[in-house]
């Protein structure tokens, strides 16, 4: 097991994971297929431990297992990483998950904060699977706000949340808390259900992004702006604010841009992006936008141009979006991943070489027949000139 | 069986049996493979395919809802496609936004796009050869039915129709970037680097490629050249 992070870090990082169980005294009832949720939750740990794939890294932390006093205070610092992050084993995983009673408070915000740290800072994607069967009981702080701030850190993780047999308020709070990040949620009510999904969601994991964006801070004017290059970069917009960014073009290239703006709190119904392509002294040149209503994770646009004849050597792109939220609007803007390209710019078409069409049948039979009649007198004049000489 | 079954649906990489969760993790796709993939009610289901000019993309997706016992209303589904620069693309056959009563077991959504053309202006929405991308979610749903277990099949066929109406091509077709960016703080000077001449330069280049105009004009010319003779042959002295 130690050597085992060394090995780690050799391989390019790979993306990582924790799985954060609550072990909160609710989870004594007795209300999955007749038996309680903290056995279930065990079995269903033993299975995705039994059948993950050798390169996953993977850690487990537990909220609530120890401290059964009702001091909150105490109560609500009760969170211990129970296997540190690295390649499994299953049989020392197994038994640690084994040795967990259900047993006291529900500090879900805490336990996210120390799981972003389990998880470290690196590279890697990193992703964090929550599963708790109530809502968070410790509040301040809102796992909400906590989940919120730690996705506005670090641009790469992910909480995954998981309700066992959830009530209202645990569902919103869960459904809160992965909507900052970018996660997903899901109830699970049976055995069944809980092993499928955990096993879906580390699988996920053990999947990286083809690519991890650059971090960049746009400005609020193009002289300011950050220069691009080709690729893809991550910033944050806040509800309202237009960011700058610059992208030098060289004559014959045609420029691609898109921006994704995601919806990582509640907004008002309608809403929508624009992605402009200026020239730095402020003429637009072309400009993509979306508009929709109702749930969504993201909301794209994108746009493509090239010079032609024109000087242009540098244009400028503005990403502006028409959100309305109530959620504070100093709060950490929304996430907003750009993509730029630069390509050989295409050439317009010629007219088309072949026809096509019933009509130009029509014309070339009448042209033929004409020719035909022209030089079938040509022949006969012709040959009368010459029988006549 | 049942857990042997969802093992299968959920392995890694499996071929045909998975679904990202966003435009970067969107799984591939084939033509004529449909997919299964099991999911939760609130879920956004990406998925990506290639294609090229002249092809008519259509999608079916048919989403097994969970049991009505466990919903509380009415859900509204959608599926929107994007191209390779995430541009909205418009069905233009299919039902893209069913509601599914609360009583359904199953909706079925579609979506047919336009003929891929070969060449746009760049200004122009048209869709062009190269990356789509594939977004299936419910876009309206009571708030208690979030993260119930459905399961959803997407087929994707894609005819190829007549390239004969289009002409030009595309320098370089619309795929997403996969590399991170750089950023620099003020601009490079343009560096005369010679940029690649898109044209190909072959000696057959002029020659468009193989579509109905070749077969329309080919026959107008061998019917002017009948035309031609029978043309000919009403100006021969008639024998008496």
Request: hydrophobic share 40%.
């Amino acid at each position: 097991m130690g050597a085992a992070p060394a090995r780690a870090d050799e391989t390019s990082e790979p993306p990582r994971v924790e799985l954060v169980l609550d072990v909160s005294g609710s989870m004594r009832a007795k209300d999955i297929d007749g038996e309680t949720r903290i056995a279930v939750a065990k079995r269903a740990f033993g299975q995705v431990v039994d059948g993950l794939p050798e390169t996953t890294q993977l850690g487990i932390r537990v909220l609530g297992a120890t401290y059964g006093g009702d001091d909150k205070r105490k109560g609500c610092q009760d969170t211990q990483s129970i296997v540190p992050i690295g390649p499994v084993e299953p049989v020392a995983a197994k038994n640690a998950i084994a040795r967990l009673q259900p047993t006291g408070f529900t500090p879900i915000g805490l336990a996210l904060r120390a799981a972003a740290r389990d998880l470290g800072t690196g590279e890697a994607a990193r992703r964090i699977v929550l599963i708790t069967d109530g809502e968070d009981t410790c509040t301040p702080p809102d796992p909400c706000t906590v989940a919120r701030q730690l996705a506005a850190q670090g641009t790469k993780l992910v909480v995954d949340t998981l309700g066992l047999t959830p009530d209202e308020k645990t569902r919103k709070q869960l459904v809160c808390i992965s909507t900052a990040t970018g996660g997903t949620y899901a109830s699970a009510t049976s055995e069944q259900e809980l092993t499928d999904r955990v096993r879906q969601l580390v699988d996920r994991a053990a999947v990286p992004p083809p690519v991890t964006p650059a971090a960049v801070t746009g400005a609020a004017t193009c002289e300011k702006a950050p220069v691009l290059s080709a690729g893809l970069f991550t910033d944050r917009e806040r509800i309202g604010e237009h960011r700058y960014y610059r992208v030098p073009l060289q004559p014959g290239q045609e420029l691609r841009a898109s921006v994704s703006v995601a919806l990582d709190r509640p907004v008002n119904r309608d809403y929508g992006v624009l992605l402009k392509a200026a020239t730095p002294n402020g003429r637009e040149l072309v400009r993509g936008l979306d508009a929709s209503s109702g749930r969504a994770d993201v909301i794209s646009a994108g746009l493509r141009w090239s010079p032609g004849d024109e000087a242009i050597d540098t244009v400028c792109l503005i990403v502006s979006n028409s959100f309305a939220s109530a959620t504070s609007a100093g709060a950490p803007g929304m996430p907003l991943e750009l993509s730029i390209d630069t390509v050989a710019a295409s050439t317009a078409p010629d007219a088309p070489g072949l026809g096509r069409g019933w009509l130009l049948l029509l014309v070339l039979v009448v042209a033929g027949l004409i020719a035909g009649v022209l030089a079938g007198w040509l022949t006969r004049w012709w040959v009368a000139t010459w029988r006549e000489n | 069986m049942l857990t042997h079954l969802a093992a299968l649906l959920l392995a890694p990489g499996a071929a045909g049996l998975s679904a990202g969760t966003s435009f970067l993790t969107a799984a591939p796709i084939e033509a004529d493979r449909p997919v299964q993939v099991a999911a939760v009610t609130g879920d956004y289901l990406y998925w990506s395919f290639p294609a090229t000019a002249g092809q008519q993309p259509h999608l079916t997706a048919t989403v097994t809802l969970p049991p009505a016992a466990d919903r509380h209303g009415a859900q509204a589904w959608t599926i929107e496609v994007f191209d390779g620069l995430r541009r909205r693309q418009p069905c233009v056959a299919g039902e893209q936004s069913p509601i599914a009563e609360p009583a359904a077991t199953d909706i079925t959504l579609g979506c047919d796009l336009r003929q891929i053309r070969s060449w746009a202006e760049p200004s122009d929405q048209d869709p062009l050869p190269g990356t789509y991308y594939v977004r299936l979610t419910s876009t309206e749903i009571p708030e208690q039915d979030l993260g119930l277990p459905l399961k959803v099949d997407l087929t994707l066929t894609a005819e190829k129709g007549d390239t004969g109406a289009d002409q030009g091509t595309l320098a370089a077709p619309l795929n997403p970037v996969s590399r991170p960016g750089t950023v620099s703080a003020d601009v490079p000077t343009p560096a005369v680097s010679p940029s690649a001449d898109p044209d190909d330069t072959s000696a057959f280049s002029f020659v468009p490629e193989f579509s109905s105009r070749w077969i329309w004009t080919t026959t107008g010319g061998v019917l002017a050249a009948v035309a031609g003779l029978v043309g000919f042959s009403f100006t021969r002295r008639r024998r008496p």
